[in-house]
């Protein structure tokens, strides 16, 4: 079910085969724009964060809280979120990989648009690299597959950069078991970040194919935004058992699924990174994540 075979440590997953990476990582998407901008889904992710610092400071205190696996994409903040990763951790000592993504323009503030013409994403990787300062790229997602474009195509300019050596690994990001096997006919496929958490588990089958071919899958929105919080939630009730946060208990949930989920959750307070952390050493019962399970994908209705 999964690759980390020559691990019995279950807080750590080998991505690509080769490259270990604790499996709660840090989403870097929240650290953008500033006072009075839209927060949740409204949020713009266009700008630097106002508070440059305080992000900086928090990329690092993440790193020295032990987060190995860092999760941006050059449509954050048109590219600052990758120099706020350089200007924070390199030269990425203690185990850090940067994952980033390329595929999606931003012609404004509220538009997010797959753009997947090959040369376009080769440019793109070209100014990743320069932003985060590296020679290769640890993971490299395709932000999202572009129906004008055939998937060999697309998925044929990661290879070729994988080839060149500018990138280690690459990555796909809100597909299909059927998009997944088109793009494995292509190129060795290291990860899937898709949409999923304890509420919203459209892509289940994604999971478990992804589970079987030693995939890592990586869950975005993994505590929905911080939605799991609610104090009064199923959630909640069994937090209260197992003596942890709501969050804790949503990331452990992801955790329990399977051996390959990697949560990457998002936050700009470095009490939330800790708590987050602390997700891996939260066990739920199996009666416990069955009733999880129960209680909060039937209120969601998925
Ligand atoms: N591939 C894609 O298309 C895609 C799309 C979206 C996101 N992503 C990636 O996935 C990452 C995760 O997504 P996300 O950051 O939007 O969503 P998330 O991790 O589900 O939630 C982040 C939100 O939850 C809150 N939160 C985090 N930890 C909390 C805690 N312990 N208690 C209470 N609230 C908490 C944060 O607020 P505070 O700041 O107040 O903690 C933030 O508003 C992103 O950073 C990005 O790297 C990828």
Redesign the pocket.
């Known amino acids: 079910m999964t690759n980390n075979a020559n691990s019995s440590d279950t807080t750590i997953f080998e991505l690509g085969g080769d490259l270990p990476v604790r499996r709660v990582g840090y989403?870097?998407?929240?650290l953008a724009d500033g006072p009075g901008d839209p927060?949740?889904p409204e949020a713009r992710i266009w700008t630097a964060p106002a508070d440059r610092a305080a992000a900086v400071g928090l990329l690092r205190t993440a790193a020295e809280a032990g987060v190995t696996l860092f999760?941006?994409?050059d449509a954050?903040a048109l590219g600052a979120g990758e120099e706020l990763l350089a200007e924070a951790l390199h030269p990425y000592g203690n185990g850090v990989a940067v994952a980033t993504?390329a595929g999606v323009v931003r012609p404004s503030p509220t538009e997010w648009v797959p753009l997947g013409h090959p040369a376009y994403l080769r440019q793109q990787a070209e100014l990743s690299l320069r932003r985060l300062r590296t020679e290769r790229i640890d993971l490299l997602?395709l932000?999202?597959l572009d129906e004008r474009f055939p998937v060999a195509e697309q998925v044929g300019a990661l290879k070729q950069l994988q080839e060149e050596g500018k990138v280690r690994h690459i990555g796909l990001?809100?597909v299909t078991v059927a998009q997944l096997e088109e793009a494995e006919a292509v190129a060795p496929i290291a990860a899937v970040?898709?949409?999923y958490?304890l509420a919203t588990r459209d892509h289940e089958a994604v999971v478990d194919h992804t589970a079987g071919r030693g995939i890592a899958f990586v869950p975005?929105?993994?505590?929905?935004?911080?939605g799991h919080?609610d104090p009064d939630g199923p959630v909640a009730r069994v937090a209260r058992e197992v003596g942890a946060?709501?969050?804790?208990t949503a990331l452990a949930w992801l955790l329990h699924r399977a051996p390959h989920i990697l949560p990457?959750?998002?936050?700009?307070?470095a009490a939330?990174?800790v708590?987050?952390l602390g997700a891996l050493d939260v066990a739920l019962t199996e009666e416990q994540f069955a009733r999880l399970d129960r209680e909060v994908g039937a209120s969601s209705g998925s």
Do not use: C, W
């Open positions: 989403g870097t998407m929240r927060t949740g999760d941006t994409a954050y993504k997602y932000h999202r990001s809100e970040q898709n949409l958490n975005f929105f993994p505590v929905a935004m911080g919080a946060t709501p969050s804790q990457i959750p998002g936050t700009s307070s939330h990174l708590e987050n």
